[in-house]
């Protein structure tokens, strides 16, 4: 099973737009995104291949029309629900 | 630790149903072993949870462009890639 995210040498996704100067963060809340997935790692909750692993797992309809670090926020809260850090209902 | 520089290594062409650091565009792909570095935990465990993952041998893979891009690769291009021993296979070996 190939998995949704390796699309390395694919064609048909057209050019990469590349944007002078990019910022780091498009907007705070990547920002913290970022730090949180951190934090996480950090605190062992999970590490960086699971986290990988649970971005991989987001549902095929949904992934590609996401950014990057939303990417990244479903990713986190995949794992934070299924160790029982937060209840379902409060993640979603 | 089975391979040393120079030897001549395939990538395994599977595809497994887990978390795995083949790209799609380097498997059954015919490489040369061009550094030899420590053993590391391998991610497809790690990736699952296994609170043990088996230490394996990293390698640093070369390849010719053209054997990764058959069309189109830019002249004179050699990929390189970080590889855990269990993701390649001798050369002469079929997947």
């Known amino acids: 099973m190939s998995r949704l995210n390796d699309v390395g040498g694919l064609t048909g996704f057209g050019p990469i737009e590349r944007e002078p100067d990019e910022p780091l963060f498009h907007s705070e809340w990547e920002a913290r995104v970022f730090a949180l997935n951190r934090l996480l790692m950090a605190r062992g909750l999970y590490n960086l291949d699971e ?6 797992r987001i549902d095929p309809a949904r992934y590609y029309g996401l950014s990057y670090y939303e990417r990244w926020f479903e990713g986190i809260r995949t794992l934070v629900i299924e160790r029982g850090i937060v209840p379902p209902e409060t993640a979603a | ?6 030897d001549l290594v395939r990538t395994s ?6 978390h ?6 380097l498997r059954a792909k015919r490489g040369r072993i061009e550094a030899v570095h420590a053993a590391f935990p391998l991610a497809d465990a790690r990736a699952a949870g296994d609170p043990a993952p088996p230490l394996e041998t990293l390698y640093t893979v070369a390849f010719d462009g053209g054997e990764v891009w058959p069309e189109g690769a830019e002249p004179n291009t050699v990929y390189h890639a970080e590889l855990w021993e269990s993701y390649l296979l001798p050369a002469a070996e079929l997947p």
């Not at chain 1, 986290?51 to 991989?56: G, K």
């Not at chain 2, 795995?20 to 565009?25: C, D, L, M, W």
Request: glycine share 12%.
């Open chain 1, 51 to 56: 986290f990988r692993d649970a971005v991989e």
């Open chain 2, 1 to 6: 630790m089975t391979y040393g520089v120079g």
């Open chain 2, 13 to 18: 062409g599977r595809d497994p149903a887990h």
């Open chain 2, 20 to 25: 795995y650091r083949v790209p799609r565009y």
